[in-house]
């Protein structure tokens, strides 16, 4: 496995500077922002499509400091109801999509997107419960009328691409846990998968080597990112996890994003990144740095020490003592 960066924390950067940096931390793989709320601080995607000479030069950047790119992101919401924005969102995946082709990255990470409740909503609905029922009918809606076709149509998109689609499960998102994950793939293609990130299903309460091999078990794993969470139980049993305290108000959440590290301890990534090769990921672990209470580069630096320990970087050998 390869241990990689989001290189949104280092947008105030050059590409150059932070390629340089990463590679000094001996980082093997990149994951750049192209789009929606990652931006393009490092990579100009309507610069970059159907220009050969700027994409060998990125080429040439990468190759001189021993990096390759994991994947392009733009996590956006496609499903919103203002046309505007889901119409902008929809053009920075399908466009990502071409340029990953272009580039030779097989794989573009992205959000499933959220829809309004009913047919002339202004607003995304994050649906929780089934009760009351307009809350089920509202669900329904969302999956049947709005996701699906537009997923489906998506999903064609990449195929024609031969580029997979790799879905972040995040909260205020219609894929936010492994089974909605699984259950659009179904609906769509193999193309559509999961940037496994583990962040948002600590606080869920889900068992996150148990996700793996969930999704793993139908090869839905196309991405992973290495981002962790801790959960703060002195506010969590007052008011429960979902929580709209203010990121920055880290004293009052009841669990903020942490350094790989810092929410749970290496022998846990061990079990996490071993897990991972029982069900045949050997991609990169993109470590997506959020956690307020350090700086980008002492927390990506941090992430890489832990991470670095616990990676394995040759293949299985023979099982001889089991011959």
């Excluded at 203002?82 to 030779?104: H, K, Q, V, W």
């Excluded at 801790?230 to 008011?239: L, P």
């Amino acid at each position: 496995m390869d241990i990689g960066v989001l290189t949104v924390p280092l947008g105030d950067e050059s590409i150059e500077d932070a390629s340089a940096y990463l590679a000094g931390l001996d980082v093997d793989a990149v994951e750049i922002g192209v789009g929606g709320f990652p931006g393009e601080d490092h990579l100009d995607r309507e610069e970059l499509l159907g220009n050969d000479a700027a994409q060998a030069e990125l080429a040439d950047l990468l190759e001189e400091h021993g990096l390759r790119v994991s994947a392009l992101a733009t996590h956006n919401n496609p499903l919103h109801p203002d046309e505007e924005r889901a119409e902008r969102a929809d053009r920075e995946l399908r466009e990502a999509i071409e340029l990953a082709a272009e580039l030779g990255v097989d794989t573009v990470t992205c959000f499933s997107g959220l829809p309004a409740g009913a047919p002339g909503d202004s607003t995304p609905n994050w649906i929780t419960a089934p009760w009351p029922t307009e809350h089920a009918e509202a669900h329904e809606y969302q999956w049947d009328e709005v996701a699906i076709p537009y997923w489906s149509d998506l999903a064609e998109h990449a195929d024609a691409h031969g580029v997979d689609l790799a879905i972040e499960m995040h909260p205020n998102m219609l894929v936010y846990e492994p089974t909605g994950m699984l259950a659009l793939r179904e609906a769509t293609n193999d193309r559509v998968g999961t940037n496994f990130d583990p962040s948002h299903l600590y606080w869920q309460g889900i068992d996150v080597a148990e996700a793996i091999r969930f999704l793993g078990e139908h090869d839905a794993i196309h991405h992973v990112h290495a981002k962790d969470t801790r959960v703060y139980e002195s506010n969590a049993r007052v008011k429960g996890v979902l929580d709209t305290t203010d990121y920055t108000e880290e004293a009052d959440r009841s669990w903020l994003f942490r350094s790989i590290g810092y929410g749970h301890d290496e022998a846990h990534w061990k079990d996490f990144v071993s897990t991972l090769r029982m069900v045949g990921y050997e991609g990169a672990l993109s470590i997506e740095h959020e956690d307020s209470l350090t700086s980008s580069r002492e927390g990506l630096e941090k992430a890489v020490d832990v991470l670095s320990r616990a990676v394995f970087e040759t293949r299985p050998g023979d099982a001889y003592w089991a011959e």
